[in-house]
């Protein structure tokens, strides 16, 4: 049965597996970036797979920042990374407590200082993002303020936002 767009039969599968076993919901993911060093092209690509193929992701730099404004740039692959994760969470949440939607949107919106990318102060980068959601549903308010709060506990862009994360970085001389 899919209610939302979410394919609950094989969510429920899932979701059952992991309460016989909790390692099964460990799961890792990996995209690799090439730098693009030839003018008049995105700075920055990686072809990601997918169950059902494979897709090419271009970025590059705004103008201001030394690219060609070619493609969109890093943070806004971030906003979408972040508003594709929360809606993905809102809609699944929604569909787990019965809650059909008519439509659904997330806007996600940072404010950032660029002063200390480039070197020039020590002012946080990031100093907030902001989710709007726009939902369209007959359930009642109270219920879908629920399911925001749901979300924000449960989405995992909204934990890599408001948790330290381990970050490991190396270099490779190749």
Avoid: H
């Avoid at 979408?80 to 809606?87: D, I, K, M, P």
């Avoid at 070197?119 to 946080?124: I, V």
């Avoid at 993002?129 to 879908?144: D, G």
């Amino acid at each position: 049965m899919r209610v939302n767009n979410i394919d609950l039969d094989v969510l429920t599968e899932f979701a059952n597996e992991v309460k016989k076993d909790l390692t099964k919901a460990k799961k890792s993911k990996q995209v690799e970036c090439t730098w693009k060093l030839e003018e008049g092209e995105p700075q920055v690509e990686a072809v990601v797979q997918f169950r059902m193929g494979e897709a090419l992701l271009q970025a590059d730099f705004a103008p201001f920042m030394g690219g060609s404004g070619l493609a969109p740039d890093p943070l806004q692959y971030c906003l979408f990374g972040l508003a594709s994760c929360f809606a993905s969470t809102f809609a699944t949440t929604a569909a787990t407590e019965g809650i059909k939607l008519e439509s659904l949107t997330v806007s996600a919106q940072n404010f950032i200082d660029l002063s200390k990318t480039l070197g020039l102060s020590n002012n946080p980068i990031v100093e907030k993002v902001k989710f709007t959601v726009r939902v369209k549903s007959e359930a009642p308010s109270e219920s879908l303020e629920r399911l925001e709060k749901l979300s924000k506990e449960r989405c995992p862009a909204v934990f890599c936002l408001t948790q330290p994360i381990s970050l490991e970085t190396e270099v490779e001389k190749v």
